[in-house]
């Protein structure tokens, strides 16, 4: 089953508007979620992660994500974007020793 | 600071062709990971290792072999390789002291089968 879901492939926005990329994922008892970016040619990074406690988490360059338990979701938006923001994100699950992540939203930031 | 380094970072192969993709990490983690990363699919977990002399499937671990010899190396071999793996391929590496560590990745390796 699938453990985490990514409802857009794509997501077109102009610079300077917001952006919410939405995931999904699998219900279970311990709950780890995070955001990594990837940069065209590049290995990913970490944005964020939610372990616990408040849920609504920040991250690095203006990126937030808010932990919903009852709609098993974990949205990562950002108020207004940069054309440098142009990248792939993904949304990640740890479960044991393995990280299980969805199959990627592609941002593209037009001028 | 050198991190997760992959090598090499671009190969073509033949059918029926084998081959290594070489990872190292200087940070001293205990947990090494390779994924490959398809288009729209996300990365998908090949094998992993929570230290030296230990290593475990991940969910498409069919055609590939990996080895833990020390902490630092973590080398993936691809054996009689096919046009499906024709993929990149991506090592990562975190500490081992919990689940919620952060994975460092290296710069990934393409890989084309032809």
């Known amino acids: 089953a699938q453990s985490v879901t990514q409802l857009d492939s794509q997501v077109p926005v102009f610079e300077e508007a917001p952006v919410e990329l939405r995931c999904n994922y699998s219900?279970?008892?311990?709950?780890?979620l995070f955001w990594y970016v990837q940069y065209p040619n590049q290995g990913l990074q970490l944005l964020l992660k939610?372990?616990?406690?408040?849920?609504l988490v920040k991250g690095i360059n203006g990126f937030e994500a808010e932990f919903n338990k009852s709609q098993t979701s974990f949205h990562l938006r950002k108020p207004s974007v940069h054309i440098s923001d142009t990248a792939e994100y993904f949304c990640?699950?740890?479960?044991?020793?393995?990280?299980?992540f969805g199959g990627g939203t592609r941002v593209l930031v037009k001028p | 600071n050198a991190g997760v380094t992959q090598t090499p970072k671009f190969r073509i192969l033949k059918i029926g062709q084998s081959m290594t993709l070489q990872c190292t990490q200087d940070?001293?983690?205990?947990?090494m990971y390779w994924y490959r990363q398809d288009p729209g699919m996300g990365l998908k977990l090949i094998y992993y290792?929570?230290?030296?002399?230990?290593?475990d499937k991940g969910e498409v671990p069919n055609g590939y072999n990996v080895s833990r010899s020390t902490t630092e190396d973590f080398p993936l071999r691809l054996e009689l390789a096919a046009p499906s793996q024709t993929s990149v391929y991506f090592c990562?590496?975190?500490?081992?002291?919990?689940?919620?560590?952060?994975?460092?990745f290296g710069e990934g390796s393409r890989l084309t089968v032809l």
């Open positions: 940070m001293n983690h205990n947990y």
């Open positions: 219900s279970s008892v311990s709950v780890y």
């Open positions: 290792s929570v230290g030296a002399g230990i290593t």
């Open positions: 990640a699950k740890a479960a044991g020793n393995k990280l299980t």
């Open positions: 990562a590496s975190r500490t081992g002291l919990a689940t919620t560590g952060e994975l460092f």
């Open positions: 939610y372990l616990s406690g408040s849920t």
